[in-house]
């Protein structure tokens, strides 16, 4: 049987810094709150819109600051991402050694899956597994639990992330924990959160998976 590999996308396949946070400032603008400091919007890359807006706008805004958010993200925002150097030739050795690879992302799929395409990388994937637009497997152990049930044959499922979520799904659906510090979280983040092993660049990459 073969290795499942899930790939976070935003942090670990791709940089999308800037499409994130400009759609977050679009929202708040919108709804007419101040702009957090630089540092805030960096550690908004990973976790759920979900759970990123109640800190921004309130439980009662959240719904309308989600709205907001994705209305710039679906227009131009999915266009301002750029893939990690590296991570195209990473994917390629690991699918070419036997692995089936997946995208496992709080994104919503159909976004997610449109990143993947445009950008080069859909060919590596059998499937791209997100949320959905309600809220609906927004985490990491609720998506990654219904990514298995999906595909239950592989010997061993392996997940690959930039931040805690990632790892802290992985280790409750019993998956290997394998971090990248190339990304939004910090190697104490990842090591605190169970990785396994922790790639410095996409080039390190197949050397842990395969």
Same mark, same amino acid.
């Given at each position: 049987? +073969? &290795? ?13 810094? #800037?499409?994130? /946070? ?7 603008? #919108?709804? !007419? ?6 540092? %805030?919007?960096? $550690? ?7 759970? &990123?807006?109640?800190?921004? =706008? ?25 893939? %990690? ?10 699918? +070419? ?29 059998? /499937?791209?597994?997100? $949320? ?8 990491? &152990? #609720? ?10 044959? !592989? ?5 690959? !992330? ?15 924990? =394998?971090?990248?510090?190339?990304? %939004?979280? $910090? ?6 959160? !169970? ?5 410095? $660049? ?9």
């Amino acid at each position: 049987m +073969t &290795t499942h590999v899930y790939f976070d996308l935003d942090g670990t396949l791709t940089d999308p810094y #800037e499409g994130i /946070t400009k759609c977050i400032l679009y929202a708040l603008d #919108e709804l !007419g709150f101040p702009h957090p400091d630089d540092d %805030y919007l960096y $550690s908004c890359i990973g976790p759920p819109l979900w759970d &990123t807006f109640p800190e921004l =706008v309130g439980d009662d805004l959240t719904r309308k600051a989600v709205d907001l958010y994705r209305e710039r993200f679906v227009d131009i925002g999915w266009q301002e991402n750029k893939p %990690y150097d590296g991570i195209v030739d990473a994917l390629d050795a690991i699918a +070419t050694a036997g692995h089936l690879l997946f995208v496992a992302t709080a994104k919503p799929h159909k976004h997610a899956a449109r990143i993947v395409e445009h950008f080069g990388m859909g060919e590596f994937f059998a /499937t791209v597994y997100g $949320s959905e637009l309600d809220g609906t497997r927004g985490t990491k &152990t #609720e998506l990654l639990e219904f990514a298995i049930g999906r595909n239950p044959g !592989g010997a061993r499922h392996v997940m690959v !992330g930039d931040r805690k979520h990632d790892l802290i799904g992985a280790v409750a659906n019993q998956m290997t924990p =394998v971090g990248v510090a190339y990304g %939004y979280g $910090s190697v104490e983040e990842l090591e605190g959160a !169970g990785a396994t092993a922790i790639a410095a $660049s996409p080039v390190d990459l197949p050397g842990i998976l395969i």
